[in-house]
């Protein structure tokens, strides 16, 4: 658990590198305390009640928070000496420990979705200089690590871990561990959106392989990297050799004067997907190849389980990372991962909320969108967010009409729209460039009288529908 420490101004702070400049001043063995310095152990946050206690009580924050399985809506509950003394914790310090308590809500809720493992079988190790948690990346002397769970994590997420918190209802319980195996071997990743020396997407295979993409802005450009696919995240050490490139780049342009902004690295909640932000586009070769063994390399990875964009494991019997798939029919748009010139995007993107777009961009671009089918300017699809959402649209000449969607989003267009949108370039329109009214008027009576007898014989309302019209 974090060590807390109280600085000479009175504010209590979290001693290390999760703390502010104050806290990590006071984790340096030659820095000279002050007199006042108090330190001891977090309590950690209250655990999400029991179902029992949910019943018999009334209902709180606390039920909120585990129906959703956030606990980060939880209380902290602080050491004594700090609930007790005359001042609070410093503002950033407290920050950070919610970011923490975010990162290990959602990470624990995701796992138990996808494994029956519950009782897992830690072991315990006190390490003389301070780890990062796979989970939370908050950084411990004392570690807890499980060989069912594949990963090493603070004590406050093992703990968490045994609650309560993300529990999927009993009618949705997992019925097999799909948390993937991890590779003994490095695993070569998937690049696109650049060529890198001796690389060719379309020559590799294994669908489940990770993703590194090249995303070039104006002036400067991101690298991505995704683990996503391989039903893993990066653990804290990947995420800090990530980091250790950040900084040596970031150094390497600090006096060039063609480079204006801050090299940033991002990495989401569930550490699925990492983003290298601010490199200069005649760089991204050389960056790239530095961070190459860091995401090829499975010592890096932990499983996390495959989300509902995630599963092209399930094209074969035997899931396996890298997979057997060949990857361009697991995922056909990987050479440009761009619209079809089909798809009016600048008309989309000018009547869609821009967050909402980016979301829809993002979703296309991961493979989203399936079961798409284009019906001269009719668009159907399925759209895998947070569970499969039924998405139809009317275009027309590749522009975006009107449209509805299966999610709880109101607004007139959601993401899972922008996303299908975006795809209808991708498939093949029945119809082609002949209108059904074409079609109809060149088609003789005896052929509509023999499709119209096979469309009643096949389908109970089609039957229905000629004897109330022509009856």
């Given at each position: 658990m974090p060590t807390f420490a109280r600085s000479g101004s009175g504010k209590w702070h979290v001693v290390g590198p999760d703390g502010c400049r104050y806290g990590r001043a006071f984790d340096d063995e030659d820095a000279a305390l002050d007199e006042t310095v108090t330190a001891t152990d977090i309590v950690a946050y209250e655990?999400?009640?029991?179902?029992?206690?949910?019943?018999?009580?009334?209902?709180?924050?606390?039920?909120?928070?585990?129906?959703?399985?956030?606990?980060?809506?939880?209380?902290?509950?602080?050491?004594?000496?700090?609930?007790?003394s005359d001042s609070?914790?410093?503002?950033?310090?407290?920050?950070r420990l919610d970011?923490?308590?975010?990162?290990r809500a959602t990470v624990i809720a995701d796992l138990k979705r996808v494994t029956p493992v519950r009782a897992a079988d830690w072991d315990r190790s006190d390490r003389e200089t301070r780890q990062g948690c796979d989970w939370c990346r908050a950084h411990e002397r004392t570690t807890w690590h499980s060989d069912d769970l594949g990963t090493t994590v603070c004590p406050a997420c093992g703990r968490l871990f045994e609650t309560q918190l993300g529990e999927p209802k009993s009618e949705?319980?997992?019925?097999?561990?799909r948390l993937p195996e991890t590779p003994d071997e490095s695993v070569t990743p998937i690049?696109?959106?650049?060529?890198?020396?001796?690389?060719?997407?379309?020559?590799l295979t294994g669908s489940n392989r990770p993703l590194i993409k090249y995303r070039e802005k104006h002036t400067y450009a991101d690298v991505i990297f995704e683990l996503e696919r391989t039903g893993h995240g990066f653990t804290a050490?990947?995420?800090?050799?990530?980091?250790?490139?950040?900084?040596?780049?970031?150094?390497?342009?600090?006096?060039?004067?063609?480079?204006q902004t801050e090299v940033s690295l991002t990495v989401g909640t569930t550490p699925r997907t990492v983003t290298l932000e601010g490199i200069l586009p005649g760089d991204h070769v050389d960056v790239i190849t530095d961070c190459w063994d860091v995401v090829c390399d499975p010592d890096h990875w932990f499983p996390l389980g495959w989300p509902q964009q995630g599963y092209i494991h399930r094209r074969s019997a035997d899931p396996a990372v890298p997979g057997e798939d060949p990857v361009i029919e697991a995922f056909p748009r990987l050479q440009t991962q761009q619209p079809s010139a089909a798809v009016d995007t600048e008309t989309l993107r000018s009547i869609t909320d821009p967050g909402r777009y980016d979301r829809g961009e993002r979703y296309y671009e991961q493979g989203a969108v399936t079961d798409i089918q284009r019906v001269d300017d009719s668009l159907e699809a399925t759209v895998q967010g947070s569970r499969p959402y039924d998405v139809q649209v009317t275009l027309s000449n590749g522009s975006y009409v009107e449209g509805g969607c299966s999610c709880p989003d109101d607004a007139n267009l959601c993401k899972h729209i922008v996303a299908a949108v975006l795809a209808s370039g991708d498939v093949e329109t029945i119809g082609g460039e002949q209108s059904l009214e074409d079609v109809?008027?060149?088609?003789?009576?005896?052929?509509?009288?023999?499709?119209?007898?096979?469309?009643?014989?096949?389908?109970?309302?089609?039957?229905?529908?000629?004897?109330?019209?022509?009856?």
């Open positions: 655990p999400p009640k029991s179902r029992e206690e949910i019943r018999s009580g009334s209902r709180s924050v606390d039920e909120t928070a585990f129906s959703r399985g956030y606990a980060h809506d939880q209380r902290l509950v602080l050491p004594s000496a700090i609930e007790e609070d914790l410093c503002g950033s310090c407290r920050t970011q923490h308590q975010k990162r949705h319980p997992p019925d097999e561990n690049v696109f959106g650049t060529t890198l020396p001796e690389s060719d997407p379309a020559d050490q990947g995420i800090a050799a990530l980091e250790a490139v950040r900084t040596d780049y970031a150094e390497q342009v600090a006096a060039a004067d063609t480079h109809l008027e060149s088609a003789s009576t005896a052929e509509l009288r023999s499709l119209l007898q096979t469309l009643a014989e096949d389908d109970l309302t089609v039957r229905t529908r000629i004897y109330e019209e022509l009856s």
